[in-house]
């Protein structure tokens, strides 16, 4: 067992406000891992921070041995992180098989012409999309727009797949077919971080939660306990309830 | 390549043939009227090879054929042509690299106002040493260079500008910039520079627009910074690129053609109303795109996509 | 020297804060970037020269000509051009990409006039070019004018902005377009104002530049330039921002021009701008964003 992240004493200010607050945590090749939290908790900042879309006001993040907080987003993708968005983000005037290509292209593999166009599509079966592979990307359906964002961020071979609320707006069958999913990148051995809000999905597929409430972090233990822990019940549901 | 890639390729080469053999038919005039609508052809394709994908509106045109046609009419004398073409070249995508690394990561409104005022900088610097080290202003260019030279060089630029732009289209950095011309923020999590890129393609942009200031230069005779930097050049070329459609190979070219004969009609019947007839028309043209400039380029870029799937690729398999 | 480059110096950053001031409020306020605003402000050097040499009107009193001209020149403009492009306007990208296109059509028109008009020749004017003593040095009696002109209009811009309710209504559209009508402003209102007080400025300067330059119809460009790089420098919409950024700019350049070269100045300009842009994008005196 070795630590693939390693996060130490992150914190991020916007002007006045603290949005991550000295938050240290670490996750184990092969863990899944849930980041939890109320609104506003700074759980999307920290992913950001991660992927290198926002730079740390202080703090180290380290891929391996590697440090990669302060990288830019394109570095760190190529050192092995990918992402989803919590607003799913298709590119909406390519096809479905092109914007898994564009990770392919541009990503570790380096893939292009034929070989990425076969690559692409062995992805989108993975996610069972494969059927609407030259369709335009704008046509999908919210459900199919989020699996063509997962084609993409695992087309990139990612050694951490960071999931931004990627169940979220899910109907109770499609939630189902999520979480399956997810439980057969977790059998292959995918290190994943998921930020969440689905607390059968965090349950179902994480192996420890990390609890942030006002950008700190008050808890980080196996789900069952963590979910448990009274400070994390106050925090999601106020201090009458504790 | 399928057969219809192949009957493209046949037909530009052909085209190419054909017009390189416009000199022998047409008189003077017709060339000289052939030089400066190819430099506009040329100079409308290489500006929207960078603006038309990034969406970066650039005001510099300008500012990079004058520093094509400066760097002829300085090394003339010294420096044996052929070489002078590409001495002036390094000149452009040096000016390119500095200009683009400073402002390629600001936002674009920014880049417009740096472009804006880059023309005039330049000028006032050429002004300078001219005044301070060469002791003149204005020079001379005395090349044995026809216009029939001219022009064919002019058209060989204009082939390797189409074949580039062509090239482009169907390779890995032609999707990187679509990538990022759709959102920049997954553009970069999918690996992409798209500083690099975006640099990339103004360096090239810019080298071809210096080139097409240096094949033209022998034209005038006589230069000043006043002659080389006419914004108007900067202008005129803006115009074209959008309304034929930026988005797409031929669509500069498309705006090119007519908008240069209708300007050298207006610029040869009212030569004292020119700009006022160029301001009124390019104002015309804002009000007359019903959305906006910005999401014309969007909707013609998106419809042209979706029309003609995926590049020629898939159709080649 | 010292004391009469920094004079110098100031008289020009007076020019460059007085007319920043107005490209500043219809950045800031109309949210229309004006790349035509050098050509407002020649036109208005124009028209005091004609007021002046044509007839005798002394260019100080011709402001209650060329100020009320310049508001109605932005006031027009601004509703025939700008309203249908802010209407149709998307997005904050999309507007300025029409705007600066738009007015940079509209550049071309104004100095094709001016050309037509008043023909590519330098032009000035003598207007009390008597030299008074100030501070142990001699400086040109038009030129204190015009930086106290300039402070002066510059003064009393700023009063109506900060001591007014409707001042007040037009600094909460600079800050917040989106909620300010919640509050009962109303800001197309607030924008065509905005624009037009602009146009004035650009006029105020234009007279004021006339007094102690020469020009000609196609030296707008520098001007638009100019201040456009003292309102990023002060902060887009800062009105106190570009006062002390004009003036910053102007005695700068006239420090590269008297101990440096006067060919390098627009070079020295170029490379502030590009500093504060890398640095301090929000401005010298902006909020930090971020």
Known sequence: MSELLTITGLTKRFGGLTAVNAVSFSIVRGEVIGLLGPNGSGKTTVLNMISGHLSPTGGTIALGEETISGLAPNRIALKGVARTFQLVRGLPSLTVRENVVASLAFGRRKLWGEEADREALRRLEEVGLAGRAEHSAQDLTYIDQKRMELARALAADPELLLLDEWLAGLNPTELRTGIDLILSLKERGITILLVEHVMDAIRAVCNRCVVMNAGRKIADAPTAQALADPHVVTAYLGDAHA | MNGKTILAIAGFIATIAALAFVPFVVGPYGVTLMIGMLGYV???????????????????????????????????????????????????????????????????????????????????????????????????????????????????????????AWWIGRSRIGLALRVIGDDEVVAVHCGINITGVKLALFGLSCTIITLVGAIQAPRWTYVEPSIAFNPTISFLTLIMALLGGAHRLTGPLLGAVPLFLMFEWLSANFPNHYSIFLGLIFIAIVFVLPRGVLAFIEERWTLWRRNEPVSGRTADE | ??????????????????????????????????????????????????????????????????????????????????????????????????????????????????????????????????????????????????????????????????????????????????????????????????????????????????????????????????????????????????????????????????????????????????????WRPSGLFGRRAG
């Open chain 2, 42 to 164: 040329v100079l409308a394709t290489a500006w929207a090879l960078f603006s038309g994908p990034t969406r970066y509106v650039s005001l510099a045109t300008v500012a990079f054929f004058g520093v094509g046609a400066y760097t002829v009419a300085v090394f003339s004398e010294s420096i044996p042509y052929p070489l002078l073409l590409l001495v002036a070249a390094g000149i452009g995508l040096g000016v390119a690299l500095v200009v683009g690394i400073a402002t390629l990561r600001l936002a674009g409104v920014y880049f417009v106002i740096f472009t804006f005022g880059l023309a005039e900088l330049i000028r006032q610097l050429v002004t300078w040493y001219e005044v301070n080290v060469t002791g003149t202003l204005g020079r001379y260019i005395f090349l044995p260079i026809t216009p029939e030279g001219i022009y064919w060089q002019l058209l060989a630029l204009a082939a390797i500008t189409f074949a580039i």
């Open chain 3, 1 to 278: 020297m010292l004391v009469t480059a920094l004079l110098s110096g100031l008289v020009l950053g007076g020019t460059y804060a007085l007319v920043a001031m107005g490209l500043t409020l219809q950045y800031g306020i109309a949210r229309i970037m004006n790349l035509a605003y050098g050509e407002m402000i020649i036109s208005a050097a124009f028209l005091a020269y004609v007021i002046y040499t044509g007839y005798g009107i002394n260019p100080v009193l011709g402001l209650l000509i060329t100020i009320p001209a310049g508001f109605a020149f932005g006031y027009v403009i601004y509703g025939v051009m700008m309203k249908p492009l802010v209407a149709r306007a998307r997005d904050k990208a999309s507007l300025e990409i029409d705007s600066i296109l738009a007015t940079f059509g509209l550049l071309f028109v104004i100095q094709g006039v001016l050309l037509v008009t008043f023909g590519a020749n330098f032009t000035s004017y003598n207007y009390l070019n008597v030299a008074v003593e100030l501070f142990g040095t001699n400086v040109a009696a038009n030129r204190l004018l015009a930086l106290v002109l300039a402070l002066t209009v510059g003064g009393a811009l700023y009063l109506l902005l900060t001591r007014t309710l409707w001042g007040t209504a037009l600094r909460a559209v600079a800050v917040s377009p989106a909620s300010a009508p919640l509050v009962g402003i109303d800001v197309n209102k607030a924008a065509r104002y905005a624009f037009a007080i602009g146009g004035g400025l650009a006029a105020a300067g234009g007279v004021v530049i006339s007094m102690y330059q020469t020009f000609t119809a196609t030296s707008g460009v520098v001007f638009t330039m100019k201040a456009l790089i003292v309102v990023i420098m002060g902060g887009v919409g800062n009105v106190v921002g570009a006062l002390s950024a004009g003036l910053i700019l102007g005695v700068v350049e006239t420090f590269v021009a008297t101990y440096v070269d006067p060919g390098l100045t627009l070079a020295a300009t170029y490379g502030i701008f590009l500093a504060v842009l890398l």
